[in-house]
């Protein structure tokens, strides 16, 4: 294996995949590289892909490499941080099996991960899961002391007058596969007319799917300028103390915000903005579910999780259930009712109508010359 290619580097896996081309080299700085940032390195379709830090680190078992290697995009791992000091956004780089170079030199040697080696990765997290997850218990605990506040407390929403009584809502969240499960809802979407509530980058995804937004609720850092002016009601994910950075943005783009304070991530304001405004039901679409999502996402993030979905999970459900409820598909027995449904008010009219005679002679005709 060996190629060359552009460099280009960022800190942030999800700002880099905003300007990351195909064919060029995506250097990142992913400690356990989870599932939506290896989705969307593989949307980008990279040359390689050379992380500086473990793609698995071993403290839990993590799928996302494996969406590299599957998309046939090599990745070289754990090069170390201090390969960003030999090179820079833009420069040419070699890849030789492990070895990276520049100019002819050889700057860093990584690990060229394989199924194999990412197999004895995933093993050894299993291996150690007893342990984290006894400490990610005892963290979470401890958070959820601080943020108990959750199950009673209501939200200050500023204002905003939008009312989901009667209506359900949908919330979609950049979550793995969140764009798959998205294009499945379509005829539920089309059929129930839920209020679409989108966060951060997940108003990209709705617009892209002939949808747009209601409502787009989050940081501002991860959607574009375009859909934050497709109309939308604007909502900032604001601090528990009241700093709202994302306002910042929308300040800059000229458009109007409602600041909302909270304590939690904004997928969590969103499903309570949902819940006190009346929604009949909440689907989500992207949201983090399994022990994978929880230990990647942060111990403490994970608190304000728990707690929210024990105060709105009445009336929550996962979108993989109702994808399966609006399949597209026509059972073969239904069809056959459906026509017989339809033939029956046809041939009542026929018989009955002054032409019936006609028709019943026509018949016997073919019946004689059918053999019938």
Known sequence: MSFSGTARIDSRTKNLVKRLKPGEIAIIMHEDLDMVAAENLVVCKPRAVVNCRASITGKYVNRGPYLLLEADIPLIDNVGDDFLQFIQDGDTIEIAEGDIRANGR???????????????????????????????????????????????????TGGMKFDFSGRQALVVVRGSEFKKDLQALQQYIREQNPVLIAVDGGADALLENGFPPHIILGDMDSVT????????????HAYDNGKAPGMDRLNELKLEGIAIPTI?????????????????????????????????????????????????????????????????????????????????????????????????????????????
């Open 106 to 156: 050889t700057l860093v040697r990584g690990a060229v991960m394989n199924v194999e080696r990412l197999n004895v990765r995933n093993q050894l997290a299993k291996e150690n899961m007893e342990e984290e997850i006894e400490k990610f218990a005892a963290n979470t605990l401890e958070y959820l002391k601080k943020e108990k506040s959750l199950l009673y407390s209501r939200l200050d």
């Open 225 to 236: 300028d375009a859909a934050l002016s497709c109309g939308a009601t604007l909502v900032v």
């Open 264 to 372: 939690g991530t904004s997928e969590d304001l969103a499903l309570l903005l949902a819940f006190e405004r009346g929604a009949e039901l909440i689907v989500i679409v992207g949201s983090h579910f399994s022990m994978e999502d929880f230990l990647s996402k942060g111990r403490r993030g994970m608190a304000s999780t728990f707690l929210t979905r024990l105060r709105v999970g009445s009336v929550l459900v996962d979108a993989k259930g109702v994808s399966k409820l609006y399949q597209n598909k026509m059972r073969p027995q239904l069809l056959f009712y459906l026509i017989v449904a339809a033939a029956f008010p046809i041939a009542a009219v026929f018989f009955v109508s002054p032409l019936g005679p006609i028709t019943k002679q026509f018949m016997r005709l073919l019946r004689i010359l059918f053999n019938l």
